[in-house]
C-alpha cells in the first residue's frame, strides 16, 4: 500500500481550499487488491469528525476521487466493515458520498474498489458550506460558514493547518456573475476572480441575498491567499 503523500505547504493549502481556478493536488494512493483503509482513501475526515457539532454545522468536507487528472467516474466502490457493505457512490464530477463514519473509520472499515490491484486514484479534499448551491442564497448562512470554517479547517488539517490562510471568502463555479442584495435594498455586484464570483463577508458586511442567473454548479470556501 502506498502511503499518502503529505503534501507542500502550497499544495495542501490548494488541495483544501480549491480557490477559483487552482489545480487541487491530491493525496495518492494505489488500491492494493482493491481495498484500501477508509482513514487513507478519506484524509482528514477523522478530524473533521471529532469536531463538536456547533463547530461544523455550517460547512463540511467534501472528497473528489480522481484517475489520470480526471473525475473517476464510472467507479464502483464500496465501505466495507466485517459483513456490511455500504456501496459508495461516485458522481459525474468525482464526489463520494456517503462518507465514513466516525465509528466506521475507528473500527477499520475500509474501501474496496472494483478496479486492478495497481489501480492509482487521487482524492481531492475541499472546503464547503452546508447550503446548497442555488439560484439565490442566504448571504448571512455564507457569512456563517465563511466564519466557522475558517476555524474549523484550520484544526481539521491538524498541524499542516498552521500553514494554511484564513478562509475569508465562498466562490461561486459555474456561474459568470453574481449580485449582493444588501438590507436597504441596494445591489452590488460580486467581484469576479478567475471566472468566478467571489462573496468576502468582510467587505459586504449588510448583504442579505446572493442572486446568481443560474445555480452555481459548485460553492467553496477559500482563501485570497490562493
Do not use: C
Not at 471568502?169 to 469576479?192: E, I, M, R
Amino acid at each position: 500500500m502506498t502511503q499518502p503523500r503529505l503534501l507542500a505547504r502550497r499544495a495542501l493549502v490548494a488541495s483544501v481550499l480549491a480557490l477559483a481556478a487552482a489545480q487541487s493536488p491530491a493525496l495518492a494512493f494505489a488500491a492494493e487488491k482493491k481495498s484500501v483503509e477508509a482513514g487513507k482513501v478519506f484524509p482528514y475526515l477523522e478530524n473533521y469528525w471529532k469536531l463538536p457539532a456547533g463547530e461544523r454545522n455550517h460547512f463540511q468536507v467534501a472528497y473528489y476521487l480522481q484517475r489520470d487528472g480526471k473525475p473517476a467516474t464510472g467507479v464502483k466502490a464500496a465501505l466495507v466493515l466485517g459483513a456490511v457493505r455500504t456501496p459508495l457512490n461516485v458522481a459525474a464530477n468525482g464526489r463520494v458520498s456517503p462518507l465514513p463514519t466516525l465509528a466506521q473509520i475507528k473500527a477499520g472499515a475500509k474501501v474496496e474498489f472494483e478496479v486492478p490491484a495497481q489501480t492509482k486514484f487521487s482524492m481531492s479534499l475541499l472546503i464547503e458550506p452546508l447550503a446548497r448551491p442555488a439560484a439565490e442564497m442566504s448571504a448571512p448562512e455564507l457569512a456563517l460558514a465563511v466564519t466557522q470554517s475558517a476555524k474549523g479547517a484550520k484544526k481539521v488539517a491538524g498541524l499542516m493547518g498552521l500553514a494554511m490562510p484564513t478562509i475569508t471568502q465562498a466562490v461561486f463555479k459555474g456561474v459568470a456573475s453574481g449580485q449582493a442584495v444588501h438590507a436597504d435594498g441596494h445591489v452590488t455586484a460580486l467581484p469576479v476572480v478567475k471566472g468566478s464570483p467571489v462573496f468576502e463577508p468582510g467587505k459586504l458586511a449588510t448583504a442579505r441575498t446572493l442572486k446568481f442567473p443560474k445555480i452555481p454548479a459548485q460553492v467553496l470556501l477559500g482563501s485570497t491567499d490562493d
